[in-house]
């Protein structure tokens, strides 16, 4: 299972929680990136933990003001990049470019999706995995593997129906390792959190806890 910890714009510091991540991670053999502000980058990635961006725009190198070059955030250390989120939402057109432009810069990709409808639409884009988030649980207290498994184990086949290669994540809600444990049970290859970690007082003790789940 691979845990990524979405720091979206919280008022964290994102360097304890990236040396807290780059700790458990080394500690316990697990698989745990952090995605900070596109600001954030460079200084997450010097701490050694994988680092990958929230956003990459669809657009190369060119007259793009404002854009978030897939190009840029790779120099600066990220391995991959989110894409889609529910709160960045992006056209059916900018997801495919966005994928298009995170390969050209060798970045891993996941496409978040909101049901395994969309979870079908964007595997057939060819990303490297895609996660289903449903909005009314992001930011709350129960896991979607507790809340809603059903639409795990839908987004794992609506996936796998498109393309096998396609890894299915879950988020919103997921804080302890007996919800990583629960997505993993439901065909999770892994899964997409921000408040547990973001929000709490000690990160390094939630990111100890949720990789007891894998
Ligand atoms: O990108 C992360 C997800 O939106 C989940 O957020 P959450 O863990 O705060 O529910």
């Not at 840029?72 to 991959?80: K, Q, R």
């Given at each position: 299972?691979?845990?990524?910890?979405?720091?979206?714009?919280?008022?964290c510091?994102?360097?304890?929680?990236?040396?807290?991540a780059?700790?458990?991670?080394?500690?316990?053999?697990?698989?745990?990136?952090?995605?900070?502000?596109a600001?954030?980058?460079?200084r997450v990635?010097?701490?050694?933990?994988?680092?990958?961006?929230?956003?990459?725009?669809?657009?190369?190198?060119?007259?793009?003001?404002?854009s978030?070059?897939?190009e840029?955030?790779?120099?600066?250390?990220?391995?991959?990049t989110?894409?889609?989120h529910?709160?960045?939402?992006?056209?059916?057109?900018?997801?495919?470019g966005?994928?298009?432009a995170?390969?050209?810069?060798?970045?891993?990709t996941?496409?978040c999706?909101n049901?395994?409808?969309?979870?079908?639409?964007a595997?057939?884009?060819?990303p490297d995995?895609?996660?289903v988030?449903?909005p009314?649980?992001?930011?709350?207290?129960?896991?979607?593997s507790?809340a809603?498994?059903?639409?795990?184990?839908?987004?794992?086949?609506?996936?796998e129906a498109?393309?096998e290669?396609?890894?299915?994540?879950?988020?919103?809600?997921?804080?302890?390792?007996?919800?990583v444990?629960?997505?993993?049970?439901?065909?999770a290859?892994?899964v997409l959190?921000?408040?547990?970690?973001?929000?709490?007082?000690?990160?390094?003790a939630?990111?100890?806890?949720l990789?007891?789940?894998?």
């Open positions: 299972m691979f845990i990524l910890v979405n720091l979206k714009a919280y008022p510091d994102p360097i304890e929680v990236a040396t807290a780059r700790d458990v991670a080394e500690a316990s053999g697990a698989r745990i990136a952090v995605s900070p502000q600001a954030d980058i460079a990635a010097d701490t050694g933990v994988e680092t990958w961006a929230q956003h990459v725009s669809p657009n190369a190198h060119g007259s793009h003001t404002g978030t070059l897939a840029a955030v790779a120099d600066n250390g990220a391995e991959g989110l894409i889609n529910s709160e960045n939402r992006l056209k059916l057109a900018d997801v495919d966005s994928v298009r995170a390969e050209r810069a060798d970045l891993e996941i496409v999706a049901n395994p409808a969309q979870v079908g639409a595997a057939a884009l060819g995995a895609v996660a988030e449903p009314a649980l992001i930011g709350g207290d129960v896991s979607v507790t809603d498994p059903g639409i795990v184990e839908d987004a794992v086949a609506a996936a498109v393309d290669d396609v890894d299915v994540f879950c988020g919103a809600g997921v804080s302890t390792g007996e919800d444990a629960a997505a993993g049970d439901l065909g290859a892994g959190l921000a408040s547990g970690v973001a929000k709490a007082d000690d990160p390094e939630v990111l100890e806890d990789v007891s789940g894998i």
